[in-house]
T-cell receptor
Framework: DAGVTQSPTHLIKTRGQQVTLRCSPK?????VSWYQQALGQGPQFIFQ???????QRGNFPDRFSGHQFPNYSSELNVNALLLGDSALYLC????????????FGPGTRLTVL | DQQVKQNSPSLSVQEGRISILNCDYT??????FLWYKKYPAEGPTFLIS?????DKNEDGRFTVFLNKSAKHLSLHIVPSQPGDSAVYFC????????????FGGGTRLMVKP
């Protein structure tokens, strides 16, 4: 049973560019959450998708957007990249938006130069 | 405004001894608390949790204690093993807000053989 998978593993972009990160949830899960983990800090909640809609959003600008597909996979898009967007981006999946355990993927390391 | 804080960035313990990791929170709306463990190049993995209606939860070598009046929780690992060496994150979830997690900054635990 595959767990949460994310692609790509690493990514290097320059300021002003746009990036798309991808996540496939654990089998049987229908909810995907995205977190940003800056170096030396804990993960910070970006947003959560359920039934192809954004259900909750953390304190992130609208440069950060997402999408969920009918197969429950998800994308995180970041426009107009800033140096401060350099971080590990973690995807977590769970069954529904209720109080269920979240399983995390290994993350995508984004470096903005 | 950090709502969940782990004030010790690192902790070193001898194998076989007790490891105590601490976490403080400020938001009274948090009613469920979790500990995650993270190895390099992997996503966080769930370790143990506790509801605000309890003050202790035990799972094998891991015990979490919650002191609601002090807004403090701790994770005890007894006995500590070298394989426990990892970064430990405390996380909290508010009531009636789905499963959005707020993480602390993490504590790096090193268990020496």
């Amino acid at each position: 049973d595959a767990g949460v998978t994310q692609s790509p593993t690493h990514l290097i972009k320059t300021r002003g560019q746009q990036v798309t990160l991808r996540c496939s949830p654990k089998s049987g899960h229908d909810t995907v959450s995205w977190y940003q983990q800056a170096l030396g800090q804990g993960p910070q909640f970006i947003f959560q998708y359920y039934e192809e809609e954004e259900r909750q959003r953390g304190n992130f600008p609208d440069r950060f957007s997402g999408h969920q597909f009918p197969n429950y996979s998800s994308e995180l898009n970041v426009n107009a990249l800033l140096l401060g967007d350099s971080a590990l981006y973690l995807c977590a999946s769970s069954y529904s938006t209720a109080y269920n355990e979240q399983f995390f993927g290994p993350g995508t390391r984004l470096t903005v130069l | 405004d950090q709502q969940v804080k782990q004030n010790s960035p690192s902790l070193s313990v001898q194998e076989g001894r007790i490891s105590i990791l601490n976490c403080d929170y400020t938001n009274s709306m948090f009613d469920y608390f979790l500990w995650y463990k993270k190895y390099p190049a992997e996503g966080p993995t769930f370790l143990i949790s506790i509801s605000s209606i309890k003050d202790k939860n035990e799972d094998g070598r891991f015990t979490v204690f919650l002191n609601k009046s002090a807004k403090h929780l701790s994770l005890h690992i007894v006995p500590s093993q070298p394989g426990d060496s990892a970064v430990y994150f405390c996380a909290a979830r508010p009531n009636n807000a789905g499963n959005m997690l707020t993480f602390g900054g993490g504590t790096r635990l090193m268990v020496k053989p």
